[in-house]
């Protein structure tokens, strides 16, 4: 299933079954969509030190508090299972749930998805992958933090089903990551980006 970096067009319609088999022996990540597998392409240094920096400062303040933080290569499934993808960030909380037992490798339970944005990334992040995330139940939070500027949007369930949006562009403000009990200055999570 390796497919080069440069490939864009999708590989043709596949079952999920499938998609998880090949995947599980790619030498590549891709993520599914209906069908489709998707090749993900590399990250650059800011993104990287973004996604670096985040997972320093959520995994010390939830030591031993019942969450854990994993990085991109944690595969995650939209309910439905249309859709297989790979956040930049994952946070759960509680005992992890696995789409199959014998493989505990596709999540199914995140409290707090993270996506670092980028130009070729950015709009699909926002649209399209949002409404994937909305889909699954203990989903509380969805953060996006531009690679490109100081800018984070981020996304809170409120207790009447609404999605709420917090945005700012300020390096002095302090993420409220309500759903795991955590604030997060943003200027540690943009420390030695250079812009």
Known sequence: MAQPAFQTEPISHVSPEEYLRLEREAEFKHEYFQGEIRAMAGAGYAHNLICANLTIEIGSRLRGKGCSVVGSDQRLQIMSGSAFVYPDLT?????????????????????????????????????????????????????????????????????????????????????????????????????????
């Open 91 to 195: 946070v759960v909380c509680g005992k992890p749930e696995f789409n199959e037992e014998k493989k505990p490798d596709t999540l199914l339970n995140p409290t707090l998805l993270v996506e670092v944005l980028s130009p070729t990334t950015s709009q699909y992040d926002r649209s399209e992958k949002f409404m994937l995330y909305r889909q699954v139940p203990s989903l509380r939070q969805y953060l996006t933090l531009d690679a490109q500027s100081i800018h984070a949007e981020l996304h809170t369930l409120d207790d009447l089903g609404r999605w709420v949006l917090t945005e700012t562009r300020d390096m002095s403000a302090v993420l409220d990551l309500s759903s795991i009990a955590c604030q997060v200055p943003l200027a540690e999570v943009y420390a030695g980006v250079e812009f």
